[in-house]
């Protein structure tokens, strides 16, 4: 007999959550410290989605996407989880930038930026102040025409230096392009300048536990290996439950964390919607994927101090097709020294490059490994400049692609960072579409990344609350 990974679940729960994105779990929290009976659903065998790790023999321990994230998960961990959540959140050290254009370290805020910009950028004082309360005066109400190009052409003309400087981590971070709305860029970027970029000691299985703790202090029912098949409707357009793993749960409310456009287009099906609405969810555009190359050292064998993130290009200026090409010239390093796991004595590697789904998901099996084999050739033959004699040293090496975050995460195209903007409105119109049904997961940019996902679950879950509270 096949386990039932739903045994002693009960047939109905005020809230089903259909997967444990940061989103999901943030929501599914909250929803249960107010007393709702919450059931979460997650179809992967572990939490976090994409906020997630890997285990290697030998002991290594690899983190997928704990690179870095603003100073604001302090306050919404304190607030939202706990406060030992909040405690093991602690700055980077440095920010490091190596391409054919400029060669530094940075703090990555706006003190620290102010300084490069003027000093090293030569940029008037005024032109930099006004810059940065441009983008920190931004927010969702603003013109949404404007474009990041745009905001740039009127601060920097012709600088595309300082675009690179100011744009090439928020790509990294968030999947974002000049033509993007220039609100976007303001919220995310002035989000990180605030204070620098961040991280969670302990590594991201840990974060994981803690906040899977939390959840069962709080009553929440957690289920992994289950996979959400269907959103029940009934014909009034409310939502009254799912069917998981061949067994229908009732629901009062479902919040769904899988992909907005998975949500309604397979989930619930377009007939439960106005034709209007589904020509807007079909008209969402995604955003782009990953692929990573990990690297771990022999136990004990380490390295200096090369920075936490190093942004290196080999290319002339920033330039978004070959960000995303196979033919790889920009990769992001993230340095991981034993203090991420205190106790820990590895040093690891980990190169993120952002990648376009089309250019591997057409390859045929033999092509896709001849690939993936050439991104880690490649991605050793950068990385030796920094970690000398990288090869005889490494203990163990693999490489992800869009394929792999697609599989592990169920995002259509393996989107790393969900959707455009455009998918922000679709994802907060789901309820006046169907009663009952929300979304809470990375959509417009904005609610993407540890810090938007967290921040979007504790607003949605404040929209179930004054639904189920009426
Ligand atoms: C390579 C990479 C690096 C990144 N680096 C950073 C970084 O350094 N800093 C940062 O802030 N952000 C980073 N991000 C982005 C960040 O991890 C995500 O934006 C965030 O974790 C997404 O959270 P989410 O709530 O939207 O849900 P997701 O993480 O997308 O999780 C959705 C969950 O729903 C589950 N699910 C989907 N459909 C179903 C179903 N039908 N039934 C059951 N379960 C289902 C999935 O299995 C998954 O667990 C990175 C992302 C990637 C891919």
């Known amino acids: ?130 810059f940065f309360d441009t983008a920190r005066g931004m927010n969702f109400y603003d013109d949404q025409h404007r474009t990041t190009r745009q905001l740039f052409d009127e601060f920097f003309p012709g600088r595309t230096d300082v675009v690179r400087l100011l744009m090439e981590p928020i790509t990294y971070a968030n999947g974002s392009t000049l033509e993007d709305p220039a609100i976007t860029y303001g919220i995310v970027f002035s989000n990180f300048m605030q204070k620098g970029v961040y991280t969670f000691r302990g590594g991201t299985d840990r974060l994981v536990n803690l906040m899977k703790a939390e959840m069962l202090h709080n009553n929440v029912d957690v289920r992994i290996r289950t996979l959400v098949e269907r959103i029940e409707v009934d014909p009034q357009r409310r939502c009254t439950g799912v069917v998981v793993n061949g067994r229908r749960i009732g629901a009062r409310a479902v919040v769904s964390n899988s992909n907005i456009k998975s949500t309604i287009l397979k989930l619930v099906g377009e007939e439960h919607f106005d034709p209007a609405y589904v020509d807007e969810a079909r008209g969402v555009r995604l955003n782009n994927s990953s692929c990573q190359v990990y ?107 869009p394929r792999t975050f697609e599989r592990y995460t169920q995002h259509v195209q393996g989107a790393s960072f969900g959707t455009k903007f455009e998918g922000l409105k679709v994802s907060q119109d789901l309820p006046k579409q169907i009663h009952g049904l929300f979304h809470a997961g990375s959509v417009g940019i904005i609610m993407s990344g540890w810090l938007g996902a967290v921040n979007y679950g504790v607003i949605v879950s404040n929209e179930v609350d004054k639904l189920l509270s009426k």
């Open 1 to 130: 007999m096949p386990k039932d990974f739903l045994k002693g679940c009960r047939d109905s729960y005020d809230v089903v959550v259909i997967g444990s994105g940061l989103a999901g779990l943030t929501a599914a929290n909250i929803l249960g410290r107010s007393g709702y009976s919450v059931l979460l659903l997650e179809h992967h065998y572990q939490l976090g989605g994409m906020a997630t790790w890997f285990k290697r023999r030998g002991g290594h321990i690899f983190d997928i996407s704990l690179h870095g994230f603003p100073f604001g998960m302090i306050k919404s961990c304190r607030k939202y989880w706990t406060q030992e959540i909040a405690d093991s959140i602690v700055p980077l050290r440095g920010v490091r930038f190596e391409n054919p254009q400029f060669s530094l370290e940075t703090s990555y805020n706006r003190e620290d930026f102010t300084r490069l910009l003027i000093e090293h950028f030569g940029i008037a004082p005024e032109t930099v102040q006004r």
């Open 295 to 401: 690297i771990a050292l022999k136990p004990g064998d380490g390295f200096d101090f090369c920075g936490d993130l190093l942004f290196h290009s080999e290319h002339s200026g920033f330039d978004i097709e070959a960000l995303l090409s196979r033919n790889v010239s920009s990769r992001t390093f993230s340095f991981y020294y034993p203090e991420t796991r205190p106790g820990s004595d590895r040093w690891l590697i980990v190169s993120s490059t952002n990648a376009n789904y089309k250019d591997w998901a057409e390859l045929s099996e033999e092509d896709y490994l001849a690939a993936k084999e050439d991104l880690i050739r490649t991605t050793l033959d950068c990385l030796e400049q920094y970690v000398p004699n990288i090869r005889e040293r490494a203990d163990h090496i693999e490489a992800a692609t």
